[in-house]
């Protein structure tokens, strides 16, 4: 009998082995070029929320390893490094993961706004004014290394705003919830999440008490290479400096006014006034019935400014904000790219970006959204309709950054 009993658990031991699959990765420093040793591996399962399966840390060469088994949805990787997490997506089974973390700095002189897109509509309330804001933040340090402080982002929001919502995006196409920071100066907000080298997007949605009309003067410390303003067409948008504005519709977005400014800077008068009610046309509704997880309070936020991934309905599927959902998978394009033609390079005091490098961080992320856009056709995320909308719009945006990639490197 316990001859008996003790082959059944070799077997045992042996099937659960054999099922068992392996996470692999390798760390590496971006700033030194060296591997990452001794940065703590958190993995993160991906179910009612997420749930800690191990932690671990990266030997002296960088890498790591977990025994897990199989599972339908990938497992999400938390590398910490000098107080800043780096998330990746992680699947069974696969090849070494490589996994590139920075060292942190208070303050780095190569980060600029790039692109701050702001959508105003009125919704189903015309007592209620909707604002919608991105900010596109470039970090083009070098050696590259990832901006850390309590206000790695400032910016000022018109007065008397309910804050709803409030994300990131990093440039790996990550998107993490982040709290909004109030600050002492009045109507000035910041948040703190790290940014690391490439472009992330910063983005809020809050409300505003509505009249028929308002007055709003976008403010920012820093210089705005593209500041956008949209607003549906029943909406009018009068500025004070009429000559600051040029008007960019696009066909894309039927139905949908769109005014650019270019290399605005803090002495400019960019104030406008918006007036009338419209609302921003509606995507699909989803077929899903999930997607509520979001309403859930965040309440495990782990250290570096990084919250849990945003589980709030997609802007592309929910059919709240159409724009801005189409916009956020021009993630590393910029709030304004698919709309103004001979966009500049970001340029800050004294340092330039070299074209090829934005290029390629252009098309390592657009790369990124179309793995993640199948991935979710696979799993049934997604509708067919959604689907080739989003595909079609990441083609055309893929097929750009290749010929901007190979121009970039031609010169």
């Known amino acids: 009998m316990k001859r008996t009993s003790i082959i059944f658990i070799f077997l045992l031991a042996c099937s659960l082995a054999a099922t068992a699959q392996s996470i692999k990765g390798v760390v590496r420093n971006g700033t030194t070029n060296k591997p990452s040793a ?31 088994p199989p599972a339908a949805q990938p497992y999400v990787l938390w590398i910490q490094h000098q107080g800043v997490i780096y998330p990746q997506r992680a699947v069974p089974g696969g090849p070494p993961i490589p996994v590139r973390v920075f060292d942190a700095a208070t303050t780095i ?4 706004i790039q692109e701050h897109a702001m959508v105003f509509h009125t919704g189903d309330k015309p007592d209620t004014l909707i604002g919608e804001e991105i900010y596109t933040v470039g970090n083009a340090s070098s050696p590259p290394r990832t901006l850390m402080n309590d206000h790695t982002l400032e910016f000022y929001l018109p007065e008397g705003v309910t804050i709803a919502e409030s994300s990131v995006r990093t440039s790996a196409g990550t998107e993490l919830k982040s709290p909004v920071i109030p600050e ?26 509505y009249t028929g009309s308002l007055k709003i003067e976008p403010k920012s410390d820093m210089p705005i290479d593209t500041l956008v303003i949209a607003a549906p067409d029943p909406m009018k948008f009068v500025p004070v400096d009429k000559t600051l504005y040029q008007t960019k519709n696009n066909p894309q977005f039927q139905g949908v006014n769109f005014f650019v400014a270019k290399s605005v800077t803090s002495k400019q008068q960019a104030s406008f006034e ?20 979001g309403q859930s309070a965040a309440n495990n936020r782990p250290g570096g400014g990084l919250g849990v991934p945003n589980e709030m309905p997609d802007p592309l599927h929910s059919g709240q904000w159409l724009f801005l959902g189409v916009l956020s998978l021009f993630l590393a394009a910029g709030a304004v790219f698919v709309f103004t033609a001979g966009h500049k390079t970001a340029t800050v005091t004294g340092t330039s970006a070299k074209p090829q490098d934005r290029a390629g961080v252009l098309l390592e992320a657009m790369k990124e959204e179309v793995f993640q856009l199948e991935s979710d056709r696979l799993q049934g995320k997604i509708s067919a309709q959604d689907y080739q909308t989003a595909k079609a719009a990441l083609d055309k945006t893929l097929q750009r950054a290749v010929q901007r990639s190979s121009s970039a490197k031609a010169k």
């Open 274 to 293: 918006i007036s009338g009610t419209g609302n921003i046309p509606q995507a699909p509704a989803q077929n899903s019935t999930g997607g509520q997880g």
């Open 184 to 209: 002492s100066e009045k109507n000035k907000y910041a948040f703190k999440f790290p940014i690391r080298p490439g472009e992330t997007q910063f983005h809020i949605v809050y409300t505003l008490p």
């Open 38 to 68: 001794g940065d703590e591996v958190t993995l993160k399962r991906i179910g009612n929320g997420m749930e800690d399966a191990g932690k671990t840390k990266t030997n002296a060469r960088g890498e790591f390893t977990f025994n897990v």
């Open 109 to 112: 002189k190569e980060i600029s």
